[in-house]
Every structure is written in C-alpha cells, then in structure tokens.
C-alpha cells in the first residue's frame, strides 16, 4: 500500500483499497500505541473478522465498517482510550453474533457473550459494547421510534460510549449513498430524527472528546442531516 495511505479519507481508501487498504491503516495507526495495547487492538479486530466473517453489506464486508468506525474514533476524534477503540471494534459482535460469541445452550446469549468480552477484554469494554447494542424490539410498536429511545437512554449513561455511537451512526449516514430503492428513505426516516439528540449528547461536557472534535462532528451532523432532508423530501425512488 502506499506510504500516504494515511492522508487519504476513509471512504476513500475504502473504494480504491477496499479491506486490505483500511486494514493496512488500522495497522499504521497502532504503532504509535505499547505494545500490550496493539496486542489487544489486534485481537480484536481478529475476534471481529471472525465473527463477522461472512457478513455483507451491500457493497461490501461489514468488518469495513467496524474499521472505519474504529479508525474515524482513532484518527479523527483524536481518542487514544484503548477500552474505546476495542469496543469500537466489537460493537457489533454480541447484537449480530451473540450464539457464536457465547456458545450453544445459553439460555440468555446476550449476557452470556458480553461476559465473554468482559473475560476477554475487561468490563469496561464489556459494558461500552453493551451501550450500543440494541435489544429485541416490539414488532407492534413503531421499532425506529423504540430504536431512538433507547439510543438516547443507553447513550444518556455512558458518556464514553457515545464517542463510539456517533462515528458508527456517521459511517451509516455516508453508507446512505450506496442505498437506492424503498430502502433509502425508509433508513432516512429512522436516522433524521436522532441527529438534534445525538448532538445535545455529544456536546454534553462529560463527553470525552476535546472542543474543536465537538465542533468537527457537529458539522458531520449537519451534513447528514441535509442529506436526510433532501432524501426525505424528494419525490422518491421505485
């Protein structure tokens, strides 16, 4: 890969480099940590990569993903907090994989692999990954309104967890430009509404991230929410 690899945005490097190009910028961004640190930032992107192994978006595979929303949170928001990144990394694992993580025969999955991680990576990690990691939802009830509030809730007492949240909630946001169909507004109706209450969060003081990350990721925001809009008022797509 080439040596201004990690000048490029992520997006970027994504569409001409694909996985092998965001893994190889994971892998010069880490040098920087110690050696027990790296270590563990590389095993878990190695748990990742197998419990996600054969998922897929539609462009592409979901461990492209868990890399971004690690290396914007590395990178741009500027957090070296390795408890955060680990967890950057595994905060899908135990919502998309909890059978495979906890094993056969649990009768609760869910909490079974989050004390795998815990085990594995300590409980502050555990309970991060647990932050962002959204229940069984009531099929009856408006699901997007439940997957708001409990969002706001979850993100209300985990100050940290919201660092990891918004760069997952922003690389979704970019992913919307892959999305055509009857799916494009629908995943805009779900996210819009939770761009003011991300935001309030975000700019709360306990949130660990410096002032002008603040306003970088408010502009972020911003952008997404304009796109929102736009999809939401356009005549649509069949």
């Keep these: 890969m080439p040596s201004y690899l990690q000048t490029l945005p992520l997006h970027t490097i994504t569409e001409v480099y694909g996985e092998a190009g965001l893994r190889d910028r994971f892998s010069r961004e880490i040098e920087r940590f110690a050696e027990p640190d790296w270590r563990r930032l590389n095993k878990a992107l190695s748990l990742a990569s197998d419990l996600h192994r054969q998922d897929r978006r539609a462009r592409e595979p979901v461990v492209n993903h868990l890399l971004r929303v690690t290396l914007r949170v590395m990178c741009h928001y500027e957090v070296n907090d390795v408890d955060i990144l680990v967890a950057a990394l595994l905060h899908d694992s135990v919502e998309d994989h909890p059978v495979e993580l906890a094993g ?6 869910t ?87 991300l935001k309030e969060l975000v700019n709360r003081p306990d949130t660990p991230l410096t002032a002008p990350i603040r306003l970088h990721i408010m502009r972020q925001l911003d952008r997404a929410d304009e796109r929102f809009t736009a999809i939401l008022q356009g005549p649509g797509e069949r």
Excluded at 104 to 109: A, I, Q, T, V
Excluded at 130 to 152: E, I, K, M, S
């Design 104 to 109: 056969e025969g649990h009768d609760d999955p």
């Design 111 to 197: 909490e079974t692999a989050l004390d795998v991680l815990s085990a594995e990576f300590g409980p502050r990690v555990a309970g991060l990954v647990r932050a962002v990691t959204n229940p069984t939802y009531d099929r009856t009830r408006d699901v997007h309104a439940q997957y708001r509030a409990h969002v706001v809730a979850s993100l209300d007492r985990h100050p940290a967890a919201r660092v990891i949240k918004v760069s997952d909630f922003t690389d979704n946001g970019v992913g919307l430009i892959h999305t055509t169909g009857p799916k494009l507004r629908k995943l805009a109706m779900k996210y819009r509404p939770l761009v003011p209450e």
